[in-house]
C-alpha cells in the first residue's frame, strides 16, 4: 500500500516537470533502444545466415584437395588434383553413412546462345547433385546416369544464365555453345538466390561429370566432391567414413597427412553464427554504454531534484516522513523514470529494427528473454543511479532542509 | 499532566570551533491544555528549545520528556514516528507543499502515519480543515490562497494527527495585523478545545494572546510568567501553573 503510494508521488513529480523527465529518460530510452534494435536485427541475420546454409543442405559434406607436399614444400589448398573420379566411385560403392555422391568438374568460359554470351562456369556433376544440393527443376529434366556414361552433352542452366541468354524464351531445347561444344538445353534450375557466401547460385550450368571432365577439362581434376550424410545427426560419423575411405583409396600411411579436407554446411553454420553472435554481442555492449551514460543522467537529475525540493524534504521530515520514507520516494522516482524510459526505449528499439530491416532486407528476430532483461536492466540502472541522490535526500538534516531557501 | 518537561537543558553547537550555547541549562514544564508564548530576541536560544521540543533536534545534555516518554535518547526514525503522531507544527512561511491542493497538503502527515486509523485520510482531513474554516477552499492549491489562509491549511496539517502539542514558530511573521489577529484567535479556540500550544514570537503583541510567556535570553530562560505574574526566572511553574484563560478571552473581544 505504501509503495503504491510511492509511486503515486513520483508519477506527480515527473508530470510535473514532463519536459525535464522526458530529457532524463532520454539516454536510458536510446541505450534500451540501440540494445534492443542491435539484439534483433543480430539474431535475425544470424538466422538469415543459417536458413541460408541450410538451403545449401544440412547433410552436406564437402571434399577437397588439400595442400600437397612436394619436396617438403606444401602447396595451398586444391593446388594438387589429388580427388579423383575413382574416388567418387569409391565412396559410391563402401560408403554406408552416405546418403548420395557427386563430383563437381568446374571449368569457367563464356557461353553463347544464338547472338547472346554470357561469362559463367559450368559444372559437371551427377544426378544425384540435384537432392545434394536441394536444387528444384523449374522446367524441363535433370540428366540420368546414362547421360553420365555416355559424356551426353546436354545441360540444365540456372535461372541468371537463363535470362541472359535467352531472356523471355523459353530455353528447353535450344542449342548453347561452352568452349565450342554445343550442349542441349534439357532444363531449368529453380531460383535459389544467393549462397551464404554471397554468390549467385543460380548463375551456373549443369552438365554431366564425365561430359565436363573429359570434353572440356583435362579429364582429370575434379574440384571436389559433395556428398550428403544419410541425415544431420550421422554428418560427424559420414566425416569419418570419407576420411577412412579416403585414406585407403590414397595409400597413405598412418604418419602421413591426409591429402584431402572436409568441410560440412554445419561446421560452416556454427562459424558463421558464431561471427554474428560476437558481433551482436559486441554491438549490444557498446549499446549497453549508453544506458550506463543514461543512468548517469538520471543521477545527474536526481541530484539536482533533491537540491531543488530540500525544502519540500524538510516539510515531509518535520510532519514525520522518516528518512527511509524519503530514501524510498526517490528511490522509487528514479526507478519509474527509468522503467518508463526502458519502455520508450524498448518501443523506439522495435521500431527501429523492424524499420531497418525492411530497408536493409534483412530478417528481424526478437525474443522475450531480451525485452525481460531490457528491463530489468534499466530497473537495475534505477536502483544503483537512483541510490546515491536519494541517500542524499534522506540524509539531510529536517531543521536545515527546512531552512533551505 | 505535563506535556513537555525539560531537565537541565543543554545544546552546544560548534561554529568554526567555538561553543555556542544556544540553550544553557533549560528546565521548564508545560502542562496539557496551556498556551505558552516563548519570547526572546534572535539569538536567544528560542528556536532552538522550539526544536528540541518538536523533536526535530536533540539535546547535547539533559533530558526532554514528552507526555511522560524519555526522547532525549530515540534515534532518527523514532523521533520521526513521535513527530508524526504527537506534534504538529506551524511555520512562519507556511511551508506547505508547492501545486499540490490544501487537501493533500493535510493528508502529508496521514501518509506517513504508521498507526492504521480505520477511517480514511481524506475524510480526516476534510474535517481539519472545516475546523480551521476552509471548509470551502480544499481544492486550492498554495498560490491560489491568501497567506491567512495557508496558515489556516498549515494549522489543519498540524491538527490532523490529533497532537498532544501544537508547535508554532513565528506563525504570524508573514501577516498583516488582522490576519495575525485572525489566525492567534484560531490557536485560541484550538486551546479552549484542549489542545496544548506553544508560540515562539518576538512581538509583544503576539505573546500577550498567550496565557503565559517565557522570556528567554542567551540561552536561559529569564522570565516565566502567566499573565503579567511573575514566576521565578529559570524555573518549572510551581503550582500556580493552571492555565488562567481570563485574560486571553479578554484579548479575543
Known amino acids: ?405 | 499532566m505535563e506535556t513537555i518537561l525539560l531537565k537541565d537543558a543543554k545544546k552546544i553547537f560548534s561554529l568554526g570551533g567555538e561553543k555556542v550555547h544556544a540553550l544553557d541549562g533549560v528546565s521548564l514544564s508545560i502542562l496539557s491544555g496551556e498556551f505558552v508564548a516563548i519570547m526572546g530576541t534572535s539569538g536567544s536560544g528560542k528556536s532552538t528549545l522550539m526544536n528540541i521540543f518538536g523533536c526535530l533536534d536533540t539535546l547535547t545534555e539533559g533530558e526532554y520528556h514528552l507526555e511522560g516518554v524519555n526522547v532525549s535518547g530515540m534515534d532518527k526514525a523514532r523521533l520521526a514516528d513521535v513527530r508524526n503522531q504527537r506534534i504538529g507544527f506551524v511555520f512562519q512561511g507556511f511551508n506547505l507543499l508547492p501545486r499540490t491542493t490544501a487537501l493533500e497538503n493535510v493528508q502529508l502527515p496521514l501518509f506517513y502515519s504508521r498507526k492504521r486509523k480505520g477511517d480514511n485520510p481524506k475524510k480526516r482531513a476534510a474535517e481539519a480543515l472545516e475546523r480551521v474554516g476552509l471548509g470551502n477552499r480544499m481544492d486550492h492549491e498554495p498560490n491560489q490562497l491568501s497567506g491567512g489562509q495557508q496558515q489556516r491549511v498549515a494549522i489543519a496539517r498540524a491538527l490532523v494527527n490529533d497532537p498532544a502539542i501544537i508547535l508554532a514558530d513565528e506563525p504570524t511573521g508573514n501577516l498583516d495585523s488582522k490576519t495575525t489577529l485572525d489566525v492567534l484567535n484560531l490557536f485560541r479556540e484550538l486551546n479552549l478545545q484542549g489542545i496544548t500550544i506553544v508560540i515562539v514570537t518576538h512581538e509583544p503583541e503576539v505573546g500577550q494572546h498567550a496565557q503565559r510567556v517565557i522570556t528567554m535570553r542567551d540561552g536561559r530562560i529569564i522570565e516565566d510568567h502567566l499573565n503579567g505574574k511573575a514566576l521565578h526566572p529559570g524555573g518549572r511553574v510551581g503550582g500556580a501553573s493552571l492555565p488562567n484563560i481570563s485574560g486571553p478571552r479578554e484579548a479575543i473581544s
Request: aromatic share 6%; with cysteine.
Open chain 1, 1 to 405: 500500500m505504501k509503495w503504491f503510494k510511492f509511486v503515486k508521488v513520483a508519477l506527480q513529480s515527473i508530470l510535473k516537470n514532463r519536459m525535464r523527465s522526458l530529457l532524463t529518460m532520454l539516454g536510458v530510452i536510446i541505450g534500451v533502444g540501440s540494445v534492443i534494435s542491435l539484439m534483433a536485427l543480430g539474431q535475425g541475420s544470424q538466422a538469415d545466415i543459417t536458413t541460408q546454409v541450410s538451403s545449401m543442405g544440412t547433410n552436406l559434406i564437402m571434399v577437397h584437395s588439400s595442400s600437397g607436399r612436394t619436396g617438403g614444400v606444401s602447396h595451398g589448398s586444391g593446388s594438387l588434383a589429388t580427388i579423383t573420379m575413382d574416388d567418387v566411385d569409391e565412396l559410391r560403392e563402401k560408403a554406408a553413412t552416405l546418403a548420395a555422391v557427386s563430383p563437381s568438374v568446374r571449368v569457367s568460359g563464356q557461353v553463347i546462345a544464338g547472338n547472346a554470351n554470357w561469362n559463367t562456369s559450368v559444372e559437371g556433376v551427377s544426378p544425384q547433385y540435384l537432392s545434394i544440393r536441394n536444387y528444384e527443376m523449374a522446367s524441363g529434366t535433370f540428366f540420368t546416369e546414362r547421360d553420365v556414361k555416355i559424356r551426353a552433352k546436354v545441360a540444365v542452366l540456372g535461372q541468371t544464365v537463363v535470362d541472359n541468354l535467352f531472356g523471355d524464351k523459353n530455353p528447353i531445347g535450344a542449342r548453347i555453345r561452352f568452349r565450342n561444344v554445343p550442349f542441349k538445353v534439357i532444363g531449368v534450375l529453380a531460383e535459389k538466390g544467393q549462397s551464404s557466401m554471397g554468390n549467385d547460385q543460380d548463375d551456373v550450368i549443369l552438365t554431366p561429370s564425365t561430359t565436363a571432365l573429359y570434353r572440356l577439362s583435362d579429364g582429370k581434376t575434379v574440384r571436389v566432391i559433395l556428398a550428403s550424410a544419410v541425415s544431420e545427426d550421422t554428418v560427424d560419423a559420414a566425416k569419418e567414413e570419407i576420411t577412412a575411405i579416403l585414406r585407403k583409396t590414397h595409400k597413405l600411411h598412418a604418419n602421413e597427412e591426409d591429402d584431402f579436407s572436409l568441410r560440412s554446411q554445419t561446421e560452416i553454420i556454427d562459424m558463421a553464427s558464431k561471427v554474428t553472435g560476437t558481433l551482436t554481442v559486441l554491438l549490444s555492449a557498446i549499446a549497453g554504454v549508453s544506458l550506463l551514460v543514461g543512468g548517469i543522467g538520471i543521477m545527474n537529475i536526481m541530484l539536482v531534484s533533491v537540491t531543488e525540493r530540500t525544502r519540500e524534504i524538510g516539510i515531509r521530515m518535520a510532519v514525520g516522513a522518516r528518512g527511509s520514507d524519503i530514501l524510498a520516494q526517490f528511490l522509487v522516482e528514479a526507478i519509474i523514470l527509468s522503467l518508463i524510459g526502458g519502455l520508450f526505449g524498448i518501443i523506439l528499439g522495435l521500431g527501429l529494427a523492424f524499420g531497418l530491416g525492411e530497408v536493409l532486407g534483412c530478417s528481424v528476430k526478437t525474443d522475450l528473454s531480451v525485452i525481460v532483461m531490457a528491463v530489468a536492466f534499466t530497473a537495475v540502472v534505477g536502483v544503483f543511479f537512483g541510490f546515491y541522490p536519494a541517500r542524499k535526500a534522506a540524509s539531510l538534516h529536517p531543521i536545515e532542509a527546512l531552512r533551505y531557501e
